[in-house]
């Protein structure tokens, strides 16, 4: 079993700051693509941020310049700096991963249970 585990979300007004956490635990060999995606009220879900292992980064044009996107030293565990804060970035925002369980097989995606975020104007 893999789990992804959410923290650091809430409330806070327009212009401030969050910082999310997500840290992937369970039967694990590697962790390779780590991402972040919202969802908000009646919307589909989009993509935030994603970065591989190795560190390359892609974002959201929205989010350019507002939000980072960075790992741990152990590879497990991703953040999201969300900076400037605007109402619309209001959603339950999301871990996902690609995670191998061992060196023979290929990984599988997994999503967290999601953390809200609410920023109010």
């Known amino acids: 079993q893999v789990q992804l585990v959410e923290s650091g979300g809430g409330l806070v007004q327009a212009g401030g700051s969050l910082r999310l956490s997500c840290t992937a635990s369970?039967?694990?060999?590697?962790?390779?693509?780590m991402a972040w995606y919202r969802q908000a009220a009646g919307k589909q879900r989009d993509l935030v941020a994603i970065?591989?292992?190795?560190?390359?980064?892609t974002y959201a044009d929205s989010m350019k310049g507002r939000f980072t996107i960075s790992r741990g030293n152990a590879k497990n565990t991703v953040y999201l700096q969300m900076d400037s804060l605007k109402p619309e970035d209001t959603a339950v925002y999301y871990c996902?991963?690609?995670?191998?369980?061992?060196?023979?097989?290929?990984?599988?995606?997994?999503w967290g249970q999601g953390t809200q975020v609410t920023v109010s104007s």
């Open positions: 369970g039967s694990i060999f590697r962790v390779d693509r």
């Open positions: 970065i591989t292992r190795g560190g390359t980064t």
């Open positions: 996902n991963a690609d995670v191998r369980r061992s060196a023979y097989t290929r990984p599988d995606n997994y």
